[in-house]
């Protein structure tokens, strides 16, 4: 079975900082997805990493693959409010199928 | 709205009642994914198909779950016999062959 770990499980901080969210397993995937959730809507794809050490800049988010293809991160700098949610990772892993293997989720509070 | 419309978006009924929730993917998508969410945690793959070929169920699928994809097009879920267990969000995402998936904004499932 393969899992992964994401960390931390919640977050809070203020506005105009920065943090890191990690993923982790021991397993390897052929891809990973980052997604965002808003309460009461479904995951919407932030990014997909597919190649290990492949780093991957959507304005103020970078997003890591590990060189092994068994963990990543998300980093954001200078966090806004409009950047609360819920942060998940999903991957595909290598003798999955197509099915995705959810993380349990971020929950990232930007206060003003 | 081109993307993944997923109805009802809210279901609420007594335990023993059978549901039926329905997904209509992106258009041209020919995979077709079902997962399920509960409060807290990332969301838990069900099943999937390739056009109308459903290609795998999870365990977590029980044989009181169906699901159908007829025509290759839109996708129905149907719960028999519902338990308390069942209340989550079901989110339905839809892909083209070994692409990112992309997600609904499910259906919350209460049993009463």
């Known amino acids: 079975t393969q899992l992964l770990e994401q960390s931390p499980q919640f977050l809070s901080i203020q506005e105009g900082e920065n943090l890191t969210v990690y993923c982790n397993s021991s397993?390897?995937?052929?891809?990973l997805q980052w997604y965002r959730q808003e309460p009461g809507e479904g995951p919407v794809l932030l990014v997909t990493?597919?190649?290990?050490?492949e780093v991957k800049k959507l304005k103020r988010l970078t997003f890591q693959f590990g060189d092994a293809r068994k963990d990543s991160s998300l980093h954001i700098t200078a966090a806004q409010p409009g950047d609360t949610g819920l942060y998940l990772c999903?991957?595909?892993?290598?003798?999955?199928?197509?099915?995705?293997?959810f993380g349990e989720g971020t929950q990232l509070t930007v206060n003003p | 709205d081109t993307g993944v419309s997923q109805d009802p978006r809210h279901k609420i009924t007594k335990r023993g009642q059978n549901v039926t929730f329905r997904c209509d993917p992106i258009?041209?998508?020919?995979?077709l994914y079902w997962y399920r969410q509960t409060l807290g945690q990332g969301p838990e793959f069900l099943t999937y198909?390739?056009?109308?070929?459903?290609?795998?169920k999870s365990r977590l699928l029980s044989d009181r779950f169906s699901a159908e994809r007829p025509k290759g097009s839109f996708s129905t879920l149907e719960i028999q016999r519902t338990e308390q267990g069942d209340s989550a969000m079901y989110l339905c995402?839809?892909?083209?062959?070994?692409?990112?998936?992309?997600f609904g904004d499910g259906t919350r499932l209460s049993i009463l």
């Open positions: 397993s390897v995937f052929s891809s």
């Open positions: 198909f390739q056009n109308e070929a459903q290609l795998e």
């Open positions: 999903a991957g595909v892993g290598e003798t999955s199928g197509s099915r995705l293997t």
């Open positions: 995402a839809s892909s083209l062959l070994n692409q990112p998936q992309h």
């Open positions: 990493v597919v190649t290990g050490g």
């Open positions: 258009s041209e998508h020919n995979r």
